[in-house]
């Protein structure tokens, strides 16, 4: 009887462990029956759909898009489906996650590099000039509104859109009612944008920084060196990570006020990030995983078809991914 | 025994760091890091970078007068008090799938896992609805004005205002099982593993009732009017509509732990896994479950039902028609 609370007591130390704190209760326990990073065990969605081992070597393939060409560029999910910004055609595809089959290919003009999702609708920017609103359940086209050159990756606040327009290096705000603009605010380099639920984090290709800007007025609150050339930005609920381009590095820095935590080498030209709950994902020439906590390199996908990969976006259980200079978009 | 117990021992003092480290965190940012971050812990909720507390832009017209809300792991139902219909939702973005009618005054919607129960107040019945299609598949007949029903895993409970008693009723054919009296003026249930709950609206009070043979295990004391009632894994929460606040006790044994300003005519109440949310008029409240503190005040005029579909929480708003997505 003894031996065996003591045994139940050590598996439900294990499970209570493993849940809380993924990373190091496998390290401290030794299960040998776990993979080597099970962080699926806290999440189940990847529980319900069998997905204990890290990724598929091989991720499943599927076109989006209309021609050849259709350079899929940014990705969002909407609760269900994933859309992809088309820069090649002009177009935005909804692709269901649980089959990949194609809802709809939707038309919005010009060559789309971005889509976030409202709750209800999917932004979507295209240069030269335009942000498209289309309503997530039947890609009815809801409005068209102007903002800077070049708008990139969009970010939502709860209320708002905000467009970093890379080619004037300006920052717009829209309320997402009724896609009026609300402010136009100064941002050198704008090409990404996030938001940590108090302020929107802008990383600046040029200026090589990320900034920190209050949601109410637009106002700077802190501009913060990074790497070099920064595209993609995500936060983990506690930190910004940015993808640093030009010397193929991650940075992360606290949300609360910048510092830098660390900065990661992540070889392929890093271009976009998502977090999954407990690893960031990197695309570029390759697709990376690094691990949030502290940046150690779990994963690393590197096949001839992953090459050139843009977006990146979780929708729950898996992580999809764009390929830029292609027509496919990836589910690992 | 003793190298168990260091294990167990260490495997605390890493989960206490741990929950040390993410506090120093967030207290070293203080006053820019948003009040509550359960995305962390809810996929869902990356997935749709729901860092924000809450969306305040969306909302997706439903029937006359929804009163009762309920999620069927993809869709959320409102019943339409005022057109005798209930509407299906698409969750994730808001596309009506249907709308099926049903009795007079629908008034509440419950899931079974499969099919959709909804009460109709006006008619004393309750319908049964097949969730993938919205087909009726049955109506039965349980007593005077049936309020907000709850689900205990094989029989669906329904408080019959009118009649001051609880019905059990089979979910896989209808039967009425057995008819239990409760306090005066039965309007809502919910279920907690064992036990059902009922709020007596007009006697200030909830019962527990043992779930396998209705009797009654206890009556405990609420404040005025309790309407919506929910169950968060270990309380029992209970939104006192004309009381202004919004009682706590505990399951196990219904020990009031807290009554907590509601900061809102308080009506229906849900669990999205770290905060109590409450529809009510003319605001919804988030509550932190822990202790009771309020989170978040969002104007809805009207909000009656509310509930969590594992990402989003939904509210009914008597005044727009609409079901709001937060």
Redesign the interface.
């Known amino acids: 009887m003894?031996?065996t609370l003591?045994?139940v007591?050590?598996v439900v130390?294990?499970i209570?462990?493993a849940n809380?704190?993924s990373s190091?209760?496998q390290e401290?326990?030794n299960t040998t029956t776990s993979p080597t990073h099970n962080w699926a065990q806290?999440?189940?969605?990847?529980i319900a759909q069998l997905k204990w081992y890290q990724a598929n070597v091989v991720p499943t393939s599927f076109v989006v898009g209309k021609t050849n060409n259709s350079n899929p560029y940014g990705l969002a999910?909407?609760?269900?489906?994933i859309w992809t910004a088309n820069k090649g055609e002009g177009s935005v595809t909804k692709i269901r996650t649980s089959d990949g089959a194609v809802l709809g290919n939707f038309d919005v003009g010009g060559n789309p590099n971005g889509v976030v999702?409202?709750?209800?609708n999917v932004w979507v920017t295209a240069s030269p000039d335009t942000i498209t609103k289309l309503?997530?359940?039947?890609g009815k086209p809801l409005g068209s509104f102007t903002v800077g050159g070049a708008p990139w990756w969009p970010?939502?606040?709860?209320?708002n859109i905000w467009v970093p327009n890379f080619s004037d290096g300006t920052l717009s705000k829209l309320r997402?009612?009724d896609g009026k603009t609300l402010g136009t605010f100064t941002e050198s380099g704008a090409i990404a944008a996030?938001?940590?639920?108090?302020?929107v984090w802008v990383t600046n290709y040029g200026p090589n920084t990320v900034t920190k800007v209050r949601p109410s007025d637009g106002k700077v609150?802190g501009a913060f060196p990074v790497g070099q050339a920064p595209i993609g930005v995500a936060?983990d609920?506690?930190n910004v990570w940015v993808a640093n381009q030009a010397d193929q590095t991650v940075t992360k820095l606290?949300?609360?006020?910048g510092k830098t935590l660390g900065t990661f080498n992540v070889p392929g030209l890093p271009y976009g990030l998502a977090?999954?709950?407990a690893n960031i994902w990197v695309t570029g020439l390759y697709v990376v995983e690094l691990r949030a906590s502290d940046g150690a390199r779990v994963g690393w996908f590197s096949s001839r078809d992953l090459l050139n990969s843009t977006g990146v976006?979780?929708?729950?259980?898996n992580i999809w991914v764009a390929l830029g200079l292609g027509n496919t978009v990836l589910k690992f | 025994m003793k190298r168990t117990f260091a294990v167990i021992t260490l495997a605390l003092v890493a989960l206490g760091t741990m929950s040390l480290i993410s506090g120093q965190a967030q207290e070293a940012g203080a006053p820019s890091m948003p009040p509550t971050n359960s995305a962390a812990a809810n996929p869902l909720r990356i997935a749709l970078l729901r860092w924000y507390q809450a969306n305040t832009t969306t909302r997706f017209k439903v029937g006359s007068q929804p009163y009762g809300v309920a999620f069927d792991g993809a869709n959320i139902w409102t019943a339409n008090y005022g057109d005798a219909s209930v509407t299906k939702v698409r969750a994730s973005d808001g596309n009506v799938l249907g709308t099926f009618r049903v009795g007079t005054g629908p008034y509440g919607v419950t899931y079974d896992g499969a099919n959709m129960w909804v009460s109709n107040q006006g008619d004393g019945t309750i319908t049964k609805l097949r969730g993938s299609d919205g087909k009726s598949l049955g109506t039965f007949s349980v007593g005077s004005v049936p309020g907000w029903m709850a689900f205990d895993g094989s029989d669906i409970w329904v408080p019959v205002g009118g009649n001051n008693t609880v019905a059990k009723v089979r979910a896989s054919d209808g039967k009425v099982l057995g008819t239990f009296p409760v306090g005066v003026g039965p309007l809502a249930a919910a279920f907690d593993g064992d036990s059902v709950w009922v709020s007596n609206d007009d006697a200030k009070t909830v019962n527990k009732v043992r779930a396998s043979d209705g009797k009654i295990l206890g009556t405990f004391a609420v404040g005025s009017n309790p309407a919506g009632i929910a169950f968060d894994g270990t309380n029992i929460w209970v939104a006192n509509r004309s009381g202004g606040t919004i009682s706590k006790l505990r399951a196990s044994d219904g020990k009031l732990l807290g009554n907590f300003n509601s900061n809102t005519g308080a009506y229906g109440l849900a669990f999205d896994g770290k905060n109590i949310w409450i529809a009510g008029d003319p605001d919804v409240v988030e509550m932190r479950a822990s202790d009771g503190a309020t989170l978040g005040i969002w104007h809805v005029n009207g909000s009656i039902g509310i509930a969590f579909d594992g990402a989003n929480v939904w509210t009914t708003a008597l005044s727009d028609n609409s079901a709001h997505k937060f």
């Open positions: 003894k031996h003591a045994v007591s050590f130390t294990i209570v462990t809380l704190v190091r209760a401290s326990t806290g999440n189940p969605l990847k999910f909407d609760g269900q489906n999702f409202d709750g209800a309503r997530a359940s039947d970010a939502f606040d709860g209320q997402a009612s996030a938001f940590d639920g108090e302020a609150l936060f609920g506690a606290r949300a609360s006020d977090f999954d709950g976006a979780f929708d729950g259980a």
